[in-house]
Protein backbone atom coordinates (compact mmCIF):
# COMPACT_ATOMS: atom_id res chain seq x y z
CA UNK A 1 0.00 0.00 0.00
CA UNK A 2 1.29 3.60 -0.81
CA UNK A 3 0.16 6.37 1.32
CA UNK A 4 0.63 9.72 -0.61
CA UNK A 5 2.87 11.73 1.24
CA UNK A 6 2.26 14.61 -0.92
CA UNK A 7 0.38 18.14 0.53
CA UNK A 8 -2.81 19.70 -0.14
CA UNK A 9 -1.22 22.71 2.22
CA UNK A 10 0.54 24.69 -0.58
CA UNK A 11 -3.29 24.62 -1.98
CA UNK A 12 -4.45 26.18 1.12
CA UNK A 13 -2.71 28.62 2.11
CA UNK A 14 -2.59 31.63 -0.26
CA UNK A 15 -4.72 34.40 0.96
CA UNK A 16 -6.19 37.09 -0.41
CA UNK A 17 -3.65 39.49 -2.14
CA UNK A 18 -1.99 42.49 -0.64
CA UNK A 19 -0.40 45.54 -3.29
CA UNK A 20 3.38 44.43 -3.94
CA UNK A 21 5.64 47.10 -2.29
CA UNK A 22 3.31 47.00 0.97
CA UNK A 23 3.29 43.61 1.35
CA UNK A 24 7.09 43.55 1.31
CA UNK A 25 7.12 46.18 3.18
CA UNK A 26 5.12 44.45 6.38
CA UNK A 27 7.71 41.48 5.54
CA UNK A 28 10.70 43.61 6.19
CA UNK A 29 9.18 45.05 8.98
CA UNK A 30 8.78 41.54 10.59
CA UNK A 31 5.09 40.57 9.73
CA UNK A 32 5.50 36.45 9.31
CA UNK A 33 2.02 35.87 7.34
CA UNK A 34 3.43 38.74 4.57
CA UNK A 35 6.52 36.56 4.23
CA UNK A 36 4.10 33.55 4.16
CA UNK A 37 2.33 35.34 1.66
CA UNK A 38 5.58 36.93 -0.82
CA UNK A 39 6.94 33.24 -0.22
CA UNK A 40 3.47 31.47 -2.07
CA UNK A 41 3.67 33.88 -4.79
CA UNK A 42 7.00 33.25 -5.55
CA UNK A 43 6.69 29.63 -5.45
CA UNK A 44 3.50 30.05 -7.41
CA UNK A 45 5.90 31.80 -10.42
CA UNK A 46 8.38 29.01 -10.10
CA UNK A 47 11.20 30.91 -8.36
CA UNK A 48 12.39 28.71 -5.84
CA UNK A 49 14.83 30.09 -4.22
CA UNK A 50 12.97 32.97 -3.24
CA UNK A 51 10.41 30.80 -2.21
CA UNK A 52 12.23 28.74 0.37
CA UNK A 53 14.12 32.27 1.64
CA UNK A 54 10.83 34.05 2.27
CA UNK A 55 9.28 30.35 4.02
CA UNK A 56 12.60 30.70 6.02
CA UNK A 57 11.74 34.77 7.15
CA UNK A 58 8.08 33.61 7.83
CA UNK A 59 8.61 30.32 9.63
CA UNK A 60 11.76 32.52 12.03
CA UNK A 61 8.58 34.93 12.80
CA UNK A 62 6.63 32.02 14.19
CA UNK A 63 4.36 31.57 11.07
CA UNK A 64 3.43 28.03 11.33
CA UNK A 65 2.73 27.38 7.33
CA UNK A 66 5.52 29.13 6.55
CA UNK A 67 7.67 26.93 8.49
CA UNK A 68 6.48 23.45 7.10
CA UNK A 69 6.43 25.77 3.53
CA UNK A 70 10.22 25.62 4.56
CA UNK A 71 10.18 21.65 5.52
CA UNK A 72 8.12 20.59 2.26
CA UNK A 73 9.94 22.43 -0.09
CA UNK A 74 13.51 20.60 1.50
CA UNK A 75 12.13 17.42 1.68
CA UNK A 76 11.24 17.68 -2.00
CA UNK A 77 14.63 19.65 -3.61
CA UNK A 78 12.52 22.59 -4.34
CA UNK A 79 15.05 25.12 -4.51
CA UNK A 80 17.37 22.78 -2.63
CA UNK A 81 18.79 19.45 -2.49
CA UNK A 82 16.41 16.58 -1.31
CA UNK A 83 17.19 16.11 2.60
CA UNK A 84 14.19 13.88 4.72
CA UNK A 85 16.13 13.78 7.49
CA UNK A 86 16.35 17.54 7.90
CA UNK A 87 12.93 18.22 6.70
CA UNK A 88 11.62 15.74 10.01
CA UNK A 89 13.47 18.47 12.02
CA UNK A 90 11.76 21.31 9.99
CA UNK A 91 8.41 19.60 10.22
CA UNK A 92 8.91 19.21 13.89
CA UNK A 93 9.56 23.41 14.47
CA UNK A 94 6.01 23.85 12.39
CA UNK A 95 4.26 21.63 14.23
CA UNK A 96 5.36 22.94 17.04
CA UNK A 97 4.15 26.28 16.26
CA UNK A 98 0.87 25.09 15.53
CA UNK A 99 0.99 23.16 11.95
CA UNK A 100 -1.56 20.52 11.91
CA UNK A 101 0.06 18.97 8.53
CA UNK A 102 3.35 19.32 9.62
CA UNK A 103 2.22 16.90 12.40
CA UNK A 104 0.67 14.71 9.60
CA UNK A 105 3.70 14.87 7.41
CA UNK A 106 5.73 13.82 10.54
CA UNK A 107 3.41 10.61 11.53
CA UNK A 108 4.44 9.60 7.57
CA UNK A 109 7.74 9.76 7.68
CA UNK A 110 7.88 7.90 10.98
CA UNK A 111 5.65 5.38 9.74
CA UNK A 112 7.58 4.50 6.57
CA UNK A 113 11.17 5.11 7.82
CA UNK A 114 11.52 8.36 5.14
CA UNK A 115 14.23 10.72 6.66
CA UNK A 116 15.10 8.15 9.38
CA UNK A 117 14.24 4.75 11.40
CA UNK A 118 10.75 3.48 10.97
CA UNK A 119 8.94 3.74 14.14
CA UNK A 120 5.26 3.10 14.09
CA UNK A 121 4.57 4.56 17.99
CA UNK A 122 5.86 7.77 17.09
CA UNK A 123 3.97 7.69 13.80
CA UNK A 124 0.76 7.48 15.92
CA UNK A 125 1.76 10.22 17.92
CA UNK A 126 2.40 12.42 15.43
CA UNK A 127 -1.28 11.01 13.45
CA UNK A 128 -3.26 11.66 16.74
CA UNK A 129 -1.69 15.19 17.26
CA UNK A 130 -2.53 16.05 13.52
CA UNK A 131 -5.99 14.73 13.96
CA UNK A 132 -7.00 16.39 17.01
CA UNK A 133 -5.93 19.65 14.80
CA UNK A 134 -8.27 18.20 12.32
CA UNK A 135 -6.19 17.42 9.35
CA UNK A 136 -8.00 14.50 7.37
CA UNK A 137 -4.88 13.36 5.69
CA UNK A 138 -3.53 12.43 9.08
CA UNK A 139 -7.15 10.23 9.87
CA UNK A 140 -6.42 8.04 6.99
CA UNK A 141 -2.94 7.91 8.07
CA UNK A 142 -3.84 6.96 11.04
CA UNK A 143 -6.26 4.53 9.50
CA UNK A 144 -3.37 2.70 7.16
CA UNK A 145 -1.14 2.98 10.86
CA UNK A 146 -3.93 0.71 12.59
CA UNK A 147 -5.09 -1.46 9.83
CA UNK A 148 -1.73 -2.47 8.49
CA UNK A 149 0.84 -2.00 11.02
CA UNK A 150 -1.47 -3.21 14.04
CA UNK A 151 -4.28 -5.04 12.06
CA UNK A 152 -6.83 -3.38 14.08
CA UNK A 153 -9.20 -3.05 11.40
CA UNK A 154 -12.18 -2.17 13.36
CA UNK A 155 -10.17 1.01 14.75
CA UNK A 156 -8.84 1.65 10.59
CA UNK A 157 -12.12 1.55 9.71
CA UNK A 158 -13.23 4.06 11.80
CA UNK A 159 -10.41 6.66 10.79
CA UNK A 160 -11.12 6.44 7.01
CA UNK A 161 -15.03 6.74 7.43
CA UNK A 162 -13.73 10.21 9.65
CA UNK A 163 -11.25 10.71 7.26
CA UNK A 164 -14.04 10.41 4.49
CA UNK A 165 -16.53 12.61 6.54
CA UNK A 166 -13.76 15.73 7.41
CA UNK A 167 -11.87 15.89 4.19
CA UNK A 168 -12.47 18.60 1.80
CA UNK A 169 -12.64 18.30 -2.32
CA UNK A 170 -9.26 18.94 -2.57
CA UNK A 171 -7.99 16.77 0.77
CA UNK A 172 -10.31 13.68 -0.81
CA UNK A 173 -7.20 13.44 -3.68
CA UNK A 174 -4.82 12.22 -0.78
CA UNK A 175 -7.30 9.55 0.80
CA UNK A 176 -8.86 7.99 -2.26
CA UNK A 177 -7.20 4.98 -0.82
CA UNK A 178 -9.53 4.71 1.70
CA UNK A 179 -12.79 3.98 -0.17
CA UNK A 180 -10.74 0.44 -1.20
CA UNK A 181 -10.85 -0.58 2.50
CA UNK A 182 -14.17 0.89 3.14
CA UNK A 183 -15.48 -0.92 0.16
CA UNK A 184 -14.06 -4.08 0.83
CA UNK A 185 -14.96 -4.64 4.36
CA UNK A 186 -18.47 -3.32 4.10
CA UNK A 187 -21.01 -6.16 3.93
CA UNK A 188 -23.54 -3.89 2.17
CA UNK A 189 -22.69 -4.30 -1.79
CA UNK A 190 -24.25 -0.81 -2.57
CA UNK A 191 -22.60 0.53 0.04
CA UNK A 192 -19.26 -1.19 -1.64
CA UNK A 193 -20.07 0.10 -5.08
CA UNK A 194 -20.44 3.74 -3.72
CA UNK A 195 -17.31 3.65 -1.93
CA UNK A 196 -15.34 1.95 -5.24
CA UNK A 197 -17.43 5.06 -7.23
CA UNK A 198 -16.10 7.66 -4.67
CA UNK A 199 -11.85 6.12 -5.17
CA UNK A 200 -12.91 5.83 -9.34
CA UNK A 201 -14.07 9.11 -9.92
CA UNK A 202 -11.17 10.48 -7.79
CA UNK A 203 -8.63 8.46 -10.48
CA UNK A 204 -8.01 5.49 -7.94
CA UNK A 205 -7.30 2.07 -10.24
CA UNK A 206 -8.38 -0.78 -8.05
CA UNK A 207 -11.76 1.00 -6.83
CA UNK A 208 -12.21 1.26 -10.37
CA UNK A 209 -10.93 -2.23 -11.72
CA UNK A 210 -13.22 -3.20 -8.17
CA UNK A 211 -16.29 -0.78 -9.50
CA UNK A 212 -16.03 -2.79 -13.46
CA UNK A 213 -16.02 -6.58 -11.54
CA UNK A 214 -19.16 -5.15 -9.92
CA UNK A 215 -21.04 -3.35 -12.76
CA UNK A 216 -20.19 -6.80 -14.83
CA UNK A 217 -21.71 -8.90 -12.29
CA UNK A 218 -24.60 -6.37 -11.77
CA UNK A 219 -23.30 -6.81 -7.60
CA UNK A 220 -24.58 -3.49 -5.75
CA UNK A 221 -25.60 -1.80 -9.58
CA UNK A 222 -27.08 -2.48 -12.52
CA UNK A 223 -25.56 -4.79 -14.58
CA UNK A 224 -24.05 -3.03 -17.25
CA UNK A 225 -21.80 -5.11 -19.78
CA UNK A 226 -20.77 -1.67 -22.03
CA UNK A 227 -20.03 0.06 -18.78
CA UNK A 228 -18.06 -2.22 -17.69
CA UNK A 229 -15.85 -2.39 -20.25
CA UNK A 230 -15.15 1.23 -20.00
CA UNK A 231 -14.66 0.66 -16.41
CA UNK A 232 -11.84 -2.05 -17.44
CA UNK A 233 -10.45 0.33 -19.91
CA UNK A 234 -10.18 3.36 -17.47
CA UNK A 235 -8.51 1.11 -14.90
CA UNK A 236 -5.96 0.15 -17.22
CA UNK A 237 -4.82 3.54 -17.92
CA UNK A 238 -4.74 4.48 -13.84
CA UNK A 239 -2.79 1.23 -12.90
CA UNK A 240 0.94 1.53 -12.74
CA UNK A 241 2.64 -0.12 -16.33
CA UNK A 242 4.77 -2.72 -13.74
CA UNK A 243 0.46 -3.75 -12.40
CA UNK A 244 -1.34 -4.52 -15.27
CA UNK A 245 -2.20 -7.90 -14.81
CA UNK A 246 -4.22 -6.89 -12.42
CA UNK A 247 -6.87 -6.81 -15.26
CA UNK A 248 -5.89 -10.13 -16.56
CA UNK A 249 -9.38 -11.72 -14.80
CA UNK A 250 -11.18 -9.48 -17.09
CA UNK A 251 -8.71 -10.20 -19.89
CA UNK A 252 -10.86 -12.93 -21.88
CA UNK A 253 -13.81 -11.55 -21.49
CA UNK A 254 -12.83 -8.32 -22.73
CA UNK A 255 -11.32 -9.91 -25.98
CA UNK A 256 -14.19 -11.96 -26.63
CA UNK A 257 -16.03 -8.82 -26.75
CA UNK A 258 -13.69 -6.70 -28.99
CA UNK A 259 -13.68 -9.86 -31.54
CA UNK A 260 -17.51 -9.88 -31.64
CA UNK A 261 -17.42 -5.91 -32.70
CA UNK A 262 -15.05 -7.75 -35.25
CA UNK A 263 -11.83 -5.62 -33.64
CA UNK A 264 -8.60 -8.31 -33.66
CA UNK A 265 -5.91 -5.47 -32.50
CA UNK A 266 -8.19 -4.77 -29.42
CA UNK A 267 -9.17 -8.69 -29.02
CA UNK A 268 -5.46 -9.22 -29.33
CA UNK A 269 -4.46 -6.56 -26.59
CA UNK A 270 -6.62 -7.63 -24.28
CA UNK A 271 -6.12 -11.48 -24.66
CA UNK A 272 -2.40 -11.30 -24.84
CA UNK A 273 -2.46 -8.89 -21.51
CA UNK A 274 -4.11 -12.36 -19.50
CA UNK A 275 -2.51 -14.92 -21.58
CA UNK A 276 0.98 -13.30 -20.18
CA UNK A 277 -0.83 -13.60 -16.90
CA UNK A 278 -1.40 -17.15 -17.01
CA UNK A 279 -5.09 -17.10 -17.99
CA UNK A 280 -5.80 -20.47 -19.82
CA UNK A 281 -9.43 -18.88 -21.32
CA UNK A 282 -7.23 -16.13 -22.88
CA UNK A 283 -4.58 -18.55 -24.52
CA UNK A 284 -6.94 -20.61 -25.91
CA UNK A 285 -9.36 -17.61 -27.02
CA UNK A 286 -5.14 -16.58 -28.99
CA UNK A 287 -4.99 -20.06 -30.59
CA UNK A 288 -8.62 -19.00 -32.23
CA UNK A 289 -7.47 -15.28 -32.83
CA UNK A 290 -4.18 -17.06 -34.49
CA UNK A 291 -5.81 -19.82 -36.73
CA UNK A 292 -6.40 -19.88 -40.05
CA UNK A 293 -9.32 -18.08 -41.80
CA UNK A 294 -9.58 -15.91 -38.75
CA UNK A 295 -9.22 -12.16 -38.08
CA UNK A 296 -5.41 -12.39 -37.36
CA UNK A 297 -4.48 -15.45 -38.99
CA UNK A 298 -0.79 -16.43 -38.12
CA UNK A 299 -0.28 -20.30 -37.90
CA UNK A 300 2.95 -20.01 -35.45
CA UNK A 301 1.75 -17.98 -33.10
CA UNK A 302 -1.65 -19.93 -33.47
CA UNK A 303 0.91 -22.80 -32.16
CA UNK A 304 2.84 -21.15 -29.94
CA UNK A 305 -0.34 -20.32 -27.96
CA UNK A 306 -1.91 -24.16 -28.18
CA UNK A 307 1.85 -25.05 -27.36
CA UNK A 308 1.19 -22.65 -24.03
CA UNK A 309 -2.09 -23.70 -23.25
CA UNK A 310 -1.14 -27.54 -23.10
CA UNK A 311 2.15 -27.06 -21.37
CA UNK A 312 -0.27 -25.47 -18.94
CA UNK A 313 -2.43 -28.65 -18.59
CA UNK A 314 -5.52 -27.25 -21.03
CA UNK A 315 -6.89 -30.84 -22.30
CA UNK A 316 -8.43 -28.95 -25.53
CA UNK A 317 -5.56 -27.25 -25.95
CA UNK A 318 -3.25 -30.45 -25.99
CA UNK A 319 -6.00 -31.75 -28.69
CA UNK A 320 -6.04 -28.67 -30.87
CA UNK A 321 -2.20 -28.94 -31.15
CA UNK A 322 -2.17 -32.62 -31.80
CA UNK A 323 -4.07 -31.57 -34.45
CA UNK A 324 -1.48 -28.65 -35.59
CA UNK A 325 0.84 -31.39 -35.56
CA UNK A 326 -0.70 -33.12 -38.19
CA UNK A 327 -1.64 -29.76 -40.25
CA UNK A 328 0.34 -27.23 -40.24
CA UNK A 329 3.62 -26.91 -42.37
CA UNK A 330 6.83 -27.82 -40.29
CA UNK A 331 8.65 -24.35 -40.42
CA UNK A 332 5.54 -22.88 -39.05
CA UNK A 333 5.63 -25.76 -36.02
CA UNK A 334 9.28 -24.75 -35.54
CA UNK A 335 8.92 -21.16 -35.64
CA UNK A 336 5.93 -21.66 -33.25
CA UNK A 337 7.57 -24.02 -30.54
CA UNK A 338 10.41 -21.50 -30.47
CA UNK A 339 7.96 -19.08 -29.62
CA UNK A 340 6.59 -20.57 -27.01
CA UNK A 341 9.64 -21.52 -25.63
CA UNK A 342 10.98 -17.95 -25.56
CA UNK A 343 7.62 -17.00 -23.74
CA UNK A 344 7.90 -19.77 -20.75
CA UNK A 345 11.69 -18.34 -20.40
CA UNK A 346 9.67 -14.79 -20.20
CA UNK A 347 6.61 -15.66 -17.98
CA UNK A 348 8.27 -18.32 -15.33
CA UNK A 349 5.95 -17.26 -12.92
CA UNK A 350 3.19 -17.18 -15.11
CA UNK A 351 0.25 -19.72 -12.99
CA UNK A 352 -2.21 -20.53 -14.97
CA UNK A 353 -5.89 -18.95 -13.83
CA UNK A 354 -9.43 -19.40 -14.90
CA UNK A 355 -9.93 -15.50 -15.20
CA UNK A 356 -13.53 -14.67 -15.09
CA UNK A 357 -16.64 -16.30 -16.24
CA UNK A 358 -18.47 -14.55 -19.10
CA UNK A 359 -21.84 -13.84 -16.95
Known sequence: MKLLACSVAFLVLLAAPAQGATLAQRADAGDGRASLELANAAREAHQEASALRWYRRAGFLGNADGAYGKAYMVQYGEGTKPDPAYARELYARAANLGSAHAAYQLGYMAQMGVGGPRDRAEARVQYERAVGRGDAQAMFGLGTLLWLDTSDHAEGLKWFRR????????????????????????????????????????????????????????????????????????????VPVDETDRLAPASAWLGQRALGRGDGEMARHWLELGADAGVLPA???????????????????????ASIAADAGDPMAWVVRWGMDRSFPEGDRTEGAALAKSWHVAHPRAIPSPGHKTP
Open 163 to 238: ADAAATPVERLYIKEAYIYLGRATTSTSQAAAYFRKGTDLGEPLCCLELADATLKGRGVPRDEDAAEALYIKAEGL
Open 283 to 305: QRALVDLYAPGKPLANNAKAYMW
